[in-house]
């Protein structure tokens, strides 16, 4: 059974009126390679006629978003002529590459009628080689998602990249990245065989379990160490984890504001390029 390493709270980082905490980085962890960033926004209630989510448009290069709508929707554009609205239970998969702008904006329905949102933002490097690949973007709704269930129901696996138990995820990434959301009734029990060499990223969103003998609760980030291939879930109360595995790519990561390259002069020539025109023009 893999050990823990150090648990990591996210931290509260309020986005305008949107209440969001961030789990990676904080202080106490920087990255979890190839996991660079999670944004949590959310849970709130929206009243009718607000402003929705405040992300308009804005570049990224060298990595990708992947996105988790537990509630609400959100609205999608980009300049490689991606637009979609995706709701509770869908995900958006946005691989920058080379480099775009998109805007992240709640639905016109959602900002007329409000209602509950809660949405998840993973940030996932790119390997070198791959960093400037042609950029794509992926909307899927929840039906689109592929669910594994196990424990007589009580545990609920919702494929979104690589392979769980024999189930192809939704989305086939450049990476060899496993992503999912895990659902867990009170007293439900999973066990999973996640190869020693890969990086764990294991958040709760939600709830109260036990991961391999210790126990977490909601906006905890469990960091394991690299000595074992086996993974023990016991809930506690009803819980959503955010669960995903790699291998790390072991390579320099230089970040700077909406772009993650490999050293200061490529970070340099990103700016240069978007500042030029070169990821392309916003409609609005």
Request: glycine share 10%; no cysteine.
């Amino acid at each position: 059974m893999r050990t823990i390493k150090q648990q990591h709270r996210a931290v509260s980082a309020p986005i305008a009126d949107l209440i969001t905490y961030r789990a990676l980085p904080t202080q106490s962890v920087e990255h979890l390679d190839p996991f660079l960033f999670l944004n949590h926004h959310g849970p709130q209630h929206y009243s009718p006629n607000n402003r929705g989510l405040p992300f308009g448009p804005h570049p990224h290069r060298g990595f990708e978003t992947v996105t988790f709508i537990l509630a609400g929707d959100i609205m999608h554009q980009d300049t490689g002529g991606h637009e979609s609205i995706i709701e509770a239970g869908g995900i958006q998969w946005m691989t920058a590459g080379s480099g775009l702008i998109h805007a992240e904006v709640s639905s016109p329905a959602f900002k007329r009628t409000g209602g509950d949102l809660e949405i998840l933002q993973l940030w996932v490097n790119l390997p070198a080689k791959d960093k400037l690949t042609a950029p794509r973007y992926i909307g899927l709704q929840e039906p689109e998602i592929p669910t594994v269930t196990l424990d007589e129901g009580r545990a609920q696996i919702h494929a979104v990249s690589g392979e769980w138990g024999g189930t192809k995820g939704a989305v086939q990434p450049l990476a060899d990245i496993q992503l999912a959301t895990i659902n867990l009734q009170a007293g439900g029990k999973l066990d999973l065989i996640i190869p020693a060499d890969h990086t764990i990223f294991f958040y709760t969103i939600r709830g109260k379990l036990r991961v391999n003998g210790q126990e977490t609760e909601a906006l905890r980030l469990t960091e394991f160490n690299y000595d074992g291939d086996d993974l023990h879930l016991e809930a506690h109360t009803d819980a959503v984890v955010l669960l995903g595995h790699a291998k790390p790519f072991e390579e320099p990561i230089v970040a700077y504001g909406p772009f993650v390259m490999n050293t200061q002069e490529e970070i340099q020539q990103a700016y240069r390029e978007y500042q030029a025109g070169k990821f392309g023009t916003w409609k609005s």
